[in-house]
């Protein structure tokens, strides 16, 4: 007997499936519906990372890092070769696994021994929108992204904190607006 308690529960099945085959549910999409996402620079200009010098040598020791992850308290560095090119990225995470699991001595270790190297690092540029950065960090499972100009020279570094600030800041200023509009002040302009 079909009773309208099941007949509930398969409607509820029917949706839930439905949702999870939509490509809007499968995605991870950080795009504003009011405006276009900022843009990569503009988050790091609200960055620790802005006022710092953020790189280090690869051929600096593993504890002169963790020193600067000290000292700024930031939790990774761009790595640079003798020339000043980008050479990789060095992180807290690097230095627990690689160092600390292993017993080795961070004194006597150089960070290009467990720095990740540039070949397989994720890079953003300056115009990249906030969305593509946080996608990009999303699928790697990475915490930093060094922002690279046309050159391929390092201009800066955004942190997961940094986009998270700038999403939950575009997403506010979009809660002004509706709130506004509903209220019958102005719409998008937020004027009374």
């Excluded at 280090?56 to 020193?67: K, L, N, R």
């Excluded at 070949?119 to 115009?127: Q, S």
Aim: glycine content about 6%.
């Amino acid at each position: 007997m079909f009773t309208r308690a099941s007949s509930s529960i398969c409607r509820v099945a029917a949706s839930r499936a439905s949702q999870r085959s939509s490509p809007l549910v499968a995605s991870r999409a950080f795009s504003s519906p009011i405006s276009d996402s900022t843009e990569a620079s503009t988050a790091w200009k609200k960055s620790c990372y802005h006022e710092i010098d953020f790189t280090i040598s690869e051929d600096s020791t593993v504890y002169e890092a963790v020193q600067k992850f000290s000292a700024f308290d930031i939790g990774a560095l761009v790595t640079v070769d003798d020339k000043g090119h980008i050479s990789g990225v060095v992180s807290e995470r690097d230095y627990v696994n690689k160092i600390a699991l292993l017993g080795r001595q961070s004194k006597d270790t150089k960070i290009k021994e467990i720095s990740t190297k540039s070949a397989n690092l994720i890079t953003a540029t300056p115009k990249d929108s906030v969305d593509v950065c946080m996608n990009k960090m999303l699928q790697k499972d990475i915490r930093h992204l060094p922002l690279l100009d046309d050159d391929g020279k390092v201009i800066g570094m955004l942190s997961v904190k940094d986009l998270i600030k700038s999403i939950v800041s575009e997403k506010e200023k979009q809660i002004e607006v509706l709130s506004n509009f509903a209220l019958g002040k102005g719409g998008h302009f937020g004027g009374e």
